[in-house]
């Protein structure tokens, strides 16, 4: 039964539905939103919601515009084609899509979309922030959109409980608050991801590290050594954790952990744990911790955290001491020592009275390497810093930097100059990868050689 057949069907007397008068086409956006605004109401009042669901996307995608375009003809407006075919299309995308949003979605360039309130919508392009010309009609439906996606995963988001943690279905991470804690607005924050994932060769392309580096890093996933990814807001590090995963043999049984998921591991043995909420009663929550530990008992090789944040810390540097090597997991810090700190305060957060010197051999003997990375000022991301743990000296855990980017400027264009170079130090790891057969030249580990 198309939406056609059911319009004919139902009953209802449209004619004396309420008419807000619009002249001279779309000139003013706030005449364009109230058209909008109508059609779509009358659309809704026409239609059976039921018929929709059952129906394929792209049928229904054609019979909205057969309906709206009908509608139109009903309206006494002068409007040329564009304005018909832009006003089609807006409640197409508001009924099947994400309305307003579905033109940024789209956006392959786009890697963040921030909508702060109904008035002002802000996108991440190439690492810069620049505003738009989108616009919602109201916080109402500002509103409606963020409880078209939470109530797709079976979330909720009301007074009493103002934000939530959402994704959309093609991974894209979604942050929504409301008021009363959004004093000018409802706040939709979407972290998107690509379709296809940054592989390492893509990197490399984006001068975010050398050949060298990522000869480095394949070589210590392939000898399961485990990593910390340590960078700030931002600063790419899942990117850096799925193109390193690509490094994993596709006979390993991997298990991730995420809070959102984001990870797009491409093994075909992958298991994808995710955390719970509490409900509205405070009930219910699932935490990393929680997860990181049943983990254990699923017979995992290789368990990839998408990032530590609390006590779950201590579970995962244990099970990378007792047989899950080649675990990997990421920290937000702004340097390798910081992200040190950050773990031993985290240790810290779980209640459990350890000595200081007893935590940093409990991290110290569970990591081998450090990989920072960072956002530059023009946008772009960098490993900064490649450092091997080397153990204790003292109470002090021993790190040395085996790869760095040093800044020395920026250009007239504002993009940032800089150079990375080894730092001439033959790691110890390297005699783990030779154990493994892997071979690394001792040429990668050369101090002249230099890439700007």
Do not use: W
């Amino acid at each position: 039964m198309s939406l056609r057949t059911r319009l004919n069907d139902i009953e209802r007397d449209t004619s004396t539905a309420p008419v807000i008068p619009i002249t001279g086409g779309f000139t003013a956006n706030e005449g364009y939103q109230t058209l909008k605004s109508r059609i779509h109401l009358r659309l809704l009042d026409r239609v059976d919601l039921a018929v929709m669901e059952t129906m394929a996307p792209e049928r229904l995608r054609e019979e909205l515009k057969s309906l709206v375009e009908r509608l139109l003809n009903e309206e006494s407006l002068a409007i040329n084609q564009a304005e018909r075919a832009s006003l089609v299309s807006d409640i197409q995308q508001e009924v099947l899509g994400l309305g307003p949003l579905e033109p940024l979605l789209a956006d392959p360039s786009i890697s963040d979309i921030l909508v702060n309130s109904s008035r002002s919508v802000y996108v991440e392009r190439h690492g810069k922030l620049e505003a738009t010309n989108v616009r919602f009609e109201n916080d109402a439906h500002v509103l409606k959109i963020i409880d078209k996606i939470v109530s797709g995963i079976g979330r909720r988001i009301d007074e009493s409980s103002p934000m939530v943690d959402a994704r959309l279905p093609d991974g894209s991470r979604v942050n929504a608050i409301i008021p009363p804690l959004a004093i000018d607005g409802p706040v939709l924050s979407i972290r998107r991801f690509a379709v296809v994932p940054l592989k390492m060769s893509d990197l490399i392309a984006n001068k975010s590290l050398t050949p060298a580096m990522a000869t480095v890093l394949s070589g210590l996933v392939h000898a399961k050594v485990n990593m910390l990814i340590s960078g700030g807001t931002g600063s790419g590090k899942t990117t850096l954790l799925n193109a390193l995963s690509a490094y994993i043999s596709h006979d390993e049984r991997i298990v991730t952990i995420e809070d959102a998921a984001e990870l797009q591991l491409q093994q075909p043995h992958v298991v994808r744990l995710e955390t719970r909420p509490s409900n509205i009663e405070g009930k219910g929550e699932v935490t990393q911790r929680a997860l990181v530990r049943n983990s254990l008992r699923m017979r995992p090789d290789r368990i990839i955290l998408g990032e530590v944040r609390g006590p779950e810390v201590l579970d995962m540097l244990q099970a990378m001491n007792t047989g899950h090597e080649g675990s990997m997991t990421t920290v937000h810090a702004n340097s390798p020592r910081d992200a040190l700190i950050r773990l031993e305060n985290m240790i810290g957060m779980g209640g459990l009275p350890m000595p200081t010197k007893i935590v940093r051999q409990q991290i110290s003997s569970a990591l081998t390497v450090l990989v920072q990375i960072a956002r530059m000022s023009d946008g772009k991301r960098k490993v900064v810093s490649i450092q091997e743990i080397t153990g204790m000296e003292g109470e002090m855990v021993s790190t040395q930097d085996i790869f760095t980017f040093t800044q020395s400027g920026i250009d007239p264009e504002g993009n940032v100059l800089g150079q990375f170079r080894a730092t001439g130090i033959r790691p110890k790891f390297v005699e783990r990868l030779l154990v493994r057969g892997i071979e690394v030249g001792d040429e990668l580990f050369d101090p002249t050689r230099i890439y700007e």
